[in-house]
């Protein structure tokens, strides 16, 4: 695969030199290539931004140096490329994204800064026909692109056929085809600051530690991510998941049986003290 970032801060980039995302480069799976924007500049000034048409705060990335770029970058044997505009306004970036981008012949990262890129920048690749994706990595605001390429890149290049050593440890992970968060993990020491391990996986039973596992996992997602319990399908929990999840108020939708709807809030049933009415409100 080939990637292409384009930056006004080519230096932000450097930590794709190491760990996976290096070793991928060194051994050829990976072709990376860092642009600084500022070499399609033409004037003195090397000058990138304008002030917005429309008046407001700020400046605004000029579309004729970034076309210049991209056209130079874009590789026009790549039959398959996309170009990805990091933006806080864009879609939220998922696994889903990264699973479909690791089969891309090349990806060209566009990192805007100030107030971002003119906005004719991605309707005119999309007008010729390039993929673009206008991507967020969550809701909160950076100071430019770079960083949320740093985190898409790495999310594509360790699912990049031949990068991870395990392919075990891509399949079992958060956010894969369970559609759960992880389970707790543990290892050696078996006792540290007072804290032992459960029990059962010193047990040696695989069946009860993959029950107990998928026990957690649900739990944990019940509690940090309703909404991922709520797009689990039925059909994918067995009985002893359903039992489980209904101790958490989730319960078969009576509107839609494919789902499951939460009946209260989560945590353990308690039996309300005498002469307490738990329907009672508090008054203001
Ligand atoms: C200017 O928060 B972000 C993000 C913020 C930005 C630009 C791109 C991305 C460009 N500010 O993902």
């Not at 990264?98 to 990192?111: D, H, K, M, R």
């Not at 707790?184 to 996986?201: F, G, H, M, Q, R």
Request: proline share 6%; charged share 25%.
């Amino acid at each position: 695969m080939r990637v292409d970032v384009i930056s006004i801060f080519p230096d932000y980039l450097a930590a794709l030199d190491l760990s996976l995302v290096g070793k991928a480069r060194q051994r050829g799976l990976l072709d990376l290539r860092v642009h600084d924007l500022r070499d399609w500049t033409t004037d003195r000034h090397r000058t990138v931004d304008d002030t917005p048409f429309g008046g407001g705060a700020g400046m605004v990335m000029r579309p004729d140096v970034w076309g210049l770029a991209i056209d130079e970058v874009l590789d026009a044997g790549a039959v398959g490329a996309h170009l990805i505009v990091p933006t806080p306004s864009g879609e939220v970036f998922t696994q889903r994204h990264a699973e479909s981008l690791a089969s891309a012949e090349q990806l060209v990262f566009a990192c805007g800064r100030y107030e971002g890129i003119d906005a004719r920048v991605a309707q005119h690749y999309r007008d010729a026909g390039v993929t673009v994706h206008e991507l967020s990595i969550g809701d909160y605001v950076l100071n430019g692109g770079e960083v949320a390429s740093l985190v898409m890149i790495e999310a594509v290049a360790r699912l990049i056929p031949g990068m991870v050593g395990n392919p075990d440890s891509l399949v079992e992970e958060s956010h894969g085809a369970a559609g759960l968060l992880e389970y707790p993990v543990y290892t050696k020491p078996p006792s540290w600051a007072d804290l032992e391990i459960p029990e059962v996986l010193l047990s040696g039973h695989h069946a009860k530690i993959e029950r107990w596992r998928r026990d957690r996992a649900l739990e944990r997602t019940a509690r940090l991510r309703p909404d991922m319990i709520a797009a689990l399908s039925v059909t994918g929990l067995d009985k002893h998941d359903l039992a489980l999840l209904a101790g958490l108020g989730w319960v078969p939708d009576p509107h839609d049986g494919g789902r499951l709807a939460r009946v209260r809030a989560g945590g353990p049933d308690v039996t309300p003290a005498r002469g307490v009415d738990p329907g009672a409100r508090v008054a203001e």
